[in-house]
Nanobody, 125 residues
Framework: QVQLVQSGGGLVQAGGSLRLSCAASGRTFGSYRMGWFRQAPGKERVFVAA????????YYADSVKGRFTISRDNAKNTVYLQMNSLKPEDTAVYYC??????????????????WGQGTQVTVSS
């Protein structure tokens, strides 16, 4: 089994920055892809960003491209989401996700088997 523990998040004014972290533990040997998703109130959970097992490839939703950066530190089994130029529409609960299928970058919920507990990000206008 894999456990994902998220940290970071909180309340920030529009234009500000936040960094989310997601630390994996348990069965973390081998390679795995990771991603970030978010869920706004009353809406479905949607893709935000993903990174390949070695960090060599990244992919972003159009809504966050150029503002958010996903990265990972495999020595620490941790993935990060740096969020800059935040907008009120970025307000949501953010979830990290992990999967051991490494041949593609996962861009949909169904491509991930393990999920973090979620962390609230609120951007005030």
């Amino acid at each position: 089994q894999v456990q994902l523990v998220q940290s970071g998040g909180g309340l920030v004014q529009a234009g500000g920055s936040l960094r989310l972290s997601c630390a994996a533990s348990g069965r973390t040997f081998g390679s795995y892809r990771m991603g970030w998703f978010r869920q706004a109130p009353g809406k479905e959970r949607v893709f935000v960003a993903a990174i390949s097992w070695n960090g060599g490839s990244t992919y972003y939703a159009d809504s966050v491209k150029g503002r958010f950066t996903i990265s990972r530190d495999n020595a620490k089994n941790t993935v990060y989401l740096q969020m800059n130029s935040l907008k009120p529409e970025d307000t949501a609960v953010y979830y990290c996700a992990l999967d051991f299928r490494t041949w593609t970058i996962g861009k949909t919920k169904s491509e991930y088997d393990y999920w973090g507990q979620g962390t609230q990000v609120t951007v005030s206008s």
